[in-house]
Nanobody, 121 residues
Framework: QVQLLESGGGLVQAGGSLRLSCVAS????????MGWFRQAPGNEREFVTCIDSSGDYTQYADSVKGRFTISRDNAKNTVYLQMNSLKPDDTAVYYC????WGTGMGGWTYWGQGTQVAVSS
């Protein structure tokens, strides 16, 4: 059974930074792509970014390009999301995912419980 545990969420002022972490277990992490999605109240879950198993290829939503960076440490079974220049529109629950690829939720199999990010203006 795959388990994903996110951490690092919180409340931050606009323009600030946060780093989210997601630790994976129960699967050969180093062979798996990882991704982050987010869901704001009243909205559908949307793609944020993903990274391939080696860390050589990444993909970002236009809304976060240049501000967010995904990375991974295969020795620690952990994927990170560094979020800079945060905006109130970034407020959402952020979900870690694995077992897939792409910008659609249906392309991924396993999901974490999510971590809340709130950005105040």
């Amino acid at each position: 059974q795959v388990q994903l545990l996110e951490s690092g969420g919180g409340l931050v002022q606009a323009g600030g930074s946060l780093r989210l972490s997601c630790v994976a277990s129960g699967r050969t992490f180093s062979y798996s792509a990882m991704g982050w999605f987010r869901q704001a109240p009243g909205n559908e879950r949307e793609f944020v970014t993903c990274i391939d198993s080696s860390g050589d290829y990444t993909q970002y939503a236009d809304s976060v390009k240049g501000r967010f960076t995904i990375s991974r440490d295969n020795a620690k079974n952990t994927v990170y999301l560094q979020m800079n220049s945060l905006k109130p529109d970034d407020t959402a629950v952020y979900y870690c995912t694995t077992g897939g690829w792409g910008t659609g939720m249906g392309g991924w199999t396993y999901w974490g419980q999510g971590t809340q990010v709130a950005v105040s203006s």
